[in-house]
C-alpha cells in the first residue's frame, strides 16, 4: 500500500515551457487534491476532484489545469511555465470531503527559470 | 469564508519541556479542525482532527489539541517535547474546502 505518490520529485522548467505532475493512490478514495506550498503560506488549493471525470477550481487555479480520467489518478499540467509557479506542489486524497483527513503525497519541488 | 491563524513562526522549547502550538479559526458553522506536520522534504502527514464531542482531542506521537469554541482557538500541545517533534506544523479549518495556516517551526533543543 503506498498511499499517495508524486511523479517527478523534482523538475526544473524554462519559462513558456510546459509539463504535466502525475499523482497516483492507491486507498480508492473519490476525493483528490492538488496544492501550492510557498513559504510563509501555508498550503494553497489550486484544484480538487470529487470523482473520476471531475475536476473544480480551488484557490488559485489561473495557469494550471488539472484532469481526472481514472480514479485512482490526478494530473495538473502547467501549459506554460512563469517564474511565479516556483513552488513544491502536494497532492493529497481523502474518502470524503468534509470531516475526513486527507493523506498527502511527497511533493514535487518545481523550479521555473 | 474560512481563516485560520497561526500567530508564531516558530516556537523554541527544550527537551523534556511542555509545547504549545497556538492556532486560531474563523468559520461559520460547525469547525472541523485539523492539525498536520511536516518534516523536512516531505509530505504533510496528519496528527489530529476535531469534529464533534470532547474537547480535548489526542492524537498520534503523543500530541494533543484542545478545541476552546469562546476563544475559536484549537491550540496543539504536548507534555513533554522530543528533539524529534522538531518540524513544521499546520492548521486546518475545512468548511467548505480545508484551508491552512501559514504554518509553525517548532524547534526541540536538547
Known amino acids: 500500500n503506498a498511499g499517495v505518490t508524486q511523479t517527478p520529485k523534482f523538475r526544473v522548467l524554462k519559462t513558456g515551457q510546459s509539463m504535466t505532475l502525475l499523482c497516483a493512490q492507491d486507498m480508492n478514495h473519490e476525493y483528490m487534491y492538488w496544492y501550492r506550498q510557498d513559504p510563509g503560506m501555508g498550503l494553497r488549493l489550486i484544484h480538487y476532484s470529487v470523482g473520476e471525470g471531475t475536476t473544480a477550481k480551488g484557490e488559485v487555479p489561473d495557469g494550471y489545469n488539472v484532469s481526472r480520467l481514472k480514479k485512482q489518478n490526478f494530473l495538473l499540467g502547467l501549459e506554460s511555465a512563469a517564474p511565479s509557479q516556483t513552488s513544491v506542489y502536494f497532492c493529497a486524497s481523502s474518502e470524503e470531503i468534509t470531516a475526513d483527513t486527507q493523506y498527502f503525497g511527497p511533493g514535487t519541488r518545481l523550479t521555473v527559470l | 469564508a474560512q481563516s485560520v491563524a497561526q500567530p508564531e513562526d516558530q516556537v523554541n522549547v527544550a527537551e523534556g519541556n511542555p509545547l504549545t502550538v497556538k492556532c486560531t479559526y474563523s468559520v461559520s458553522g460547525n469547525p472541523y479542525l485539523f492539525w498536520y506536520v511536516q518534516y523536512p522534504n516531505r509530505g504533510l502527514q496528519f496528527l489530529l482532527k476535531y469534529i464533534t464531542g470532547d474537547n480535548l482531542v489526542k492524537g498520534s506521537y503523543g500530541f494533543e489539541a484542545e478545541f476552546n469554541k469562546s476563544q475559536t482557538s484549537f491550540h496543539l500541545k504536548k507534555p513533554s517535547a522530543l528533539v524529534s517533534d522538531s518540524a513544521l506544523y499546520f492548521c486546518?479549518?475545512?468548511?467548505?474546502?480545508?484551508?491552512f495556516g501559514a504554518g509553525t517551526i517548532l524547534r526541540v533543543k536538547s
Open positions: 486546518a479549518v475545512r468548511g467548505p474546502k480545508l484551508v
